[in-house]
């Protein structure tokens, strides 16, 4: 496999797990945040005070209460369902809440799309998140809709961590909020043994990124994302990759929770079938990982979707992996949703539905902002 072109952050050496089911990341968010010393740092693209966000609210107050700094960023629009009351319960109890890209004028449209789509959780400086898990009760599969939730995240410990706290940080005074440099921000930090790079984005690096890591593949490649809308270059990318008989495989949620991201991701469906691409199903409930793994040596893993939004719209951060004992971990979970999918076959994109096909040139028009 071809070098990689190296980020603008360093390559760290942290310890670092893996979740893959909302319970479990909720479990240890909440001892972290229990153990908490000096302060926590909660960066979420969706906010809601329902029972679990509500019960994250709780958690939060009695570690203000006991002089732990607590700072929250949570995105303007992705969390406006976030209530009044919420909020006001925050700030009573002395929470720093702050908004990331208020829509405001004269650029409304464009302010108003381009959203913070990050999710980062920082603990004392040494503790970190980052991947698809956001705070609502559906993460935990309770939407009764979407059943059961699949999602990818990542917590690091020691080296690497202050990299998420430089972009929360960033984000932060962005979001026109201020923070004092203090040294508990950038503790001193233990290296562990697992490599790992930050890839933080601002549109149009994430695409370059990814297209980046698929031309470098020479074996296989995995594509797992709740929404692809690719664009050209990173559709062609796959099927160059096909043709050159490098296993492609790429996993879809099989229900749709936005209106049209499905029929506009079936537009690209049939040169991928056609050029040898496996294309999964997910049927256990929703699938909103994000993740890429190249040759089974490099995994990324983040916030990033395969879509126009994030690659050409949203800001985003996403981890570059290369340790083998984490990547067999992530690897024997993709190959578990893998059988939890059905295979789509030309065959079956053939026969969709009518009223899907007439959807679909609609929904390609409004690709860049679904």
Known sequence: MEQIEPSRLPVRHSSCSFYNEGRDFFSVLFDDIENAQKHIHLLFYIFRDDTIGMELIQRLIKKSSEGVKVRVLIDAIGSHKLSKSARKLLKENNIELGLSNRPKFPFFFYTLNHRNHRKIGVIDGNIGYIGGFNIGDEYLGKDPKLGYWRDYQLRINGDGVQDLQQQFVEDWRIAGMSITKDRSLYPELEKGPISLKLEPTEGIDMNYSFLDYIESAEKSIVVGTPYYIPGLKIQNALITAARKKINVKIILPFKADHPLVKEAAFRYFLPLLEAGCEIYQYQKGFYHAKVLLIDDELCDIGTANFDKRSFHINSEINCILKDGKLLE?????????????????????????ILQRLKEPFADLLSYFL
């Open 329 to 353: 971990v992530i690897k024997k979970t993709i190959e578990q949703d893998i059988k939890d999918s059905e295979r789509l076959t030309i065959g079956k994109f053939k026969g969709r539905p």
